[in-house]
């Protein structure tokens, strides 16, 4: 196939063509300016000449020299040397003035093509009057502060994944070399080893699947289907039944139709991690109360238990990822910190309101309100 038939190809061409031939910002704002200018001073250079050489003319008939087709032809050549001085000062201003106001715009694209991944602590710290400009580089400024925090959360969110995930390999690790390094090791120790080895295996597990899932909830929700928070809660509370028991924890609930649009497998996630993290962080003999509602129109899910106190200084650190409070808050409850985040995550995909509070007694109160 012949590319210059090709279409495509064609099509790049013209574009790189047009975007070659297209003048620089200055030379445009130099043409409008002088245009501007030109297209009111000129007519009136030309007018002036005019009247001017009519009231020459006519004073001049009568005299003897010089004749009114030279008078006429000088008053014509100084109009054009006035007109050509005019152009050329107007374009030079233009031109000056468009560099003038372009050189803010020129020092914020340097700063920000020296702005990357790895030195986004640089800003752009425009100064000068409270203009359109000024304004831009103050935009440009916090969201260079939030690329950066951005930046530094996503480091720190893979450090901590590459711990979380680093530490039941090493406990695997451990127990099969210890096995393998015993020479008198008995069928029941060796069974031992591998079911603690399996146990470390489904922590890993369970970690990479709140992993994805978090993913998800971030990425947001591509397809939506009438759900009612009711019946989801009730099928959670089901397969968590047997958790409140063997932890001695009474579940009281008031279930009331509560009927959304979201993405049930997301909604199912992030009440079950709510009941979880309820009944993980709960004392001998707590309570767990849930509660699904309409409010206003909006539906309500609400999530709350006894448990250890928690400080208010201390909340927000519950909803970001493996920050776990005292000691309880560990692996050995069964959780792997990321239960909260993804219920934050889920609740942000379905633009819902997520407020937490702690109770003065112990335990946490977390409520979510649906538009």
Same mark, same amino acid.
């Given at each position: 196939?012949n590319?210059?038939s090709d279409?495509?190809?064609?099509?790049?061409a013209?574009?790189?063509?047009?975007?070659?031939?297209?003048?620089s910002l200055?030379t445009q704002?130099?043409?409008?300016?002088a245009?501007l200018?030109l297209?009111v001073?000129v007519?009136?250079?030309?007018?002036?000449g005019?009247l001017f050489?009519?009231?020459?003319?006519r004073?001049?008939?009568?005299?003897?020299?010089p004749?009114p087709?030279?008078?006429?032809?000088?008053i014509?050549?100084?109009?054009?040397?006035?007109a050509?001085?005019?152009v050329?000062?107007?374009?030079?201003?233009?031109?000056w $003035?468009?560099?003038?106001?372009?050189r803010?715009?020129?020092?914020?694209t340097?700063t920000?093509?020296?702005i990357?991944?790895?030195?986004l602590n640089?800003?752009?710290?425009l100064r000068g009057?409270d203009d359109?400009?000024?304004?831009?580089?103050?935009?440009?400024d916090?969201?260079?502060?939030?690329l950066?925090s !951005?930046f530094?959360a996503?480091?720190?969110?893979?450090a901590?994944?590459?711990?979380?995930?680093?530490t039941?390999l090493?406990?695997q690790?451990a127990v099969?070399?210890v096995a393998?390094?015993?020479p008198?090791?008995s069928?029941? !120790?060796?069974r031992?080893?591998?079911?603690?080895a399996l146990?470390?295996?489904?922590?890993?597990?369970r970690?990479?699947?709140? $992993?994805?899932?978090?993913?998800e909830g971030?990425?947001g929700?591509?397809h939506?289907?009438?759900?009612?928070l009711?019946d989801?809660t009730?099928?959670?509370?089901?397969s =968590?039944?047997?958790?409140?028991?063997r932890?001695?924890?009474?579940?009281?609930?008031s279930?009331?139709?509560?009927?959304i !649009?979201?993405?049930?497998d997301?909604?199912? !996630?992030?009440?079950?991690?709510?009941?979880?993290?309820?009944?993980r962080?709960?004392?001998?003999?707590?309570?767990? &109360?849930?509660?699904t509602?309409?409010t206003?129109?909006?539906a309500?899910l609400?999530v709350?238990?006894?448990?250890?106190t928690i400080r208010?200084?201390d909340? =927000? =650190?519950?909803?970001?990822?493996?920050q776990?409070?005292?000691t309880?808050?560990?692996?050995?409850?069964?959780g792997?910190?990321?239960?909260?985040?993804?219920?934050?995550?889920?609740?942000?995909?379905?633009?819902?309101?997520?407020?937490?509070h702690?109770?003065p007694?112990?335990?946490?109160?977390? &409520?979510?309100?649906?538009?």
């Open positions: 196939m590319p210059a279409p495509t190809v064609t099509g790049r013209g574009r790189a063509r047009h975007h070659l031939r297209r003048p200055r704002l130099t043409t409008l300016y245009g200018v297209a001073v007519p009136m250079l030309l007018l002036a005019f050489g009519r009231d020459q003319i004073v001049r008939a009568g005299d003897a020299a004749p087709d030279t008078a006429t032809q000088q014509d050549a100084a109009l054009a040397i006035t050509i001085i005019v050329v000062l107007t374009v030079l201003i233009a031109w $003035l468009a560099g003038r106001f372009l803010p715009l020129r020092a914020m340097v920000a093509q020296e990357s991944a790895t030195n640089r800003r752009l710290g009057p359109e400009l000024t304004k831009l580089g103050r935009t440009l916090d969201l260079f502060d939030r950066d !951005s530094a996503q480091r720190h969110f893979v901590n994944a590459s711990h979380e995930l680093r039941p090493a406990g690790r099969l070399q393998l390094a015993d008198d090791a069928e029941a !120790s060796l031992a080893a591998c079911e603690e146990g470390l295996g489904e922590l890993q597990e970690l990479i699947d709140a $992993l994805l899932t978090l993913a971030q990425k929700i591509e939506r289907e009438a759900v009612d009711a989801v009730k099928g959670v509370m089901l =968590r039944r047997a958790e409140a028991i932890r001695t924890i009474t579940v009281q609930a279930l009331n139709p509560a009927p !649009s979201g993405d049930p997301l909604l199912a !996630s992030m009440i079950g991690n709510l009941v979880d993290n309820a009944l962080h709960n004392v001998p003999d707590g309570h767990v &109360t849930i509660a509602e309409l206003n129109g909006r309500r609400s709350g238990n006894t448990g250890p208010s200084q909340l =927000r =650190r519950l909803f970001q990822p493996f776990r409070l005292g309880q808050r560990t692996h050995t409850a069964g792997h910190g990321l239960g909260l985040v993804i219920v934050r995550a889920v609740a942000e995909a379905h633009g819902a309101q997520l407020t937490a702690p109770r007694g112990g335990g946490l109160d977390v &409520t979510i309100l649906f538009d």
